[in-house]
């Protein structure tokens, strides 16, 4: 009850392998998951802005049809 089985020993090795393996694949991870969440808002910005210049654009369009008639 005291010792740990061979799976836990298992267990524990996957574990580290997955964080130490590699060249740095933790912080590869960390830095697509960063990249991904960046071009998400900027996604986000992106979508507000043309909803602004269409907005502005149809008040232009209006004045102008007050202005000639």
Same mark, same amino acid.
């Given at each position: 009850?005291? !010792?740990? !089985?061979?799976?836990?020993?298992?267990?524990?090795?996957?574990?580290? &392998?997955?964080?130490? =393996?590699? *060249?740095? @694949? #933790? !912080? =590869?991870?960390?830095?697509?998951? %960063? @990249? =991904?969440?960046?071009?998400? *808002?900027?996604? #986000?910005?992106?979508?507000? @802005?043309?909803?602004?210049?269409? &907005?502005?654009?149809? %008040?232009?369009? *209006?004045? @102008?049809?007050? &202005? *000639?008639?």
């Amino acid at each position: 009850m005291g !010792s740990f !089985s061979i799976w836990h020993w298992l267990i524990v090795l996957v574990v580290v &392998a997955l964080l130490f =393996g590699g *060249r740095g @694949k #933790l !912080s =590869g991870l960390m830095g697509d998951a %960063a @990249k =991904g969440i960046r071009a998400f *808002r900027d996604g #986000l910005k992106d979508e507000d @802005k043309p909803a602004e210049g269409g &907005a502005k654009t149809i %008040a232009a369009e *209006r004045e @102008k049809d007050e &202005a *000639r008639g």
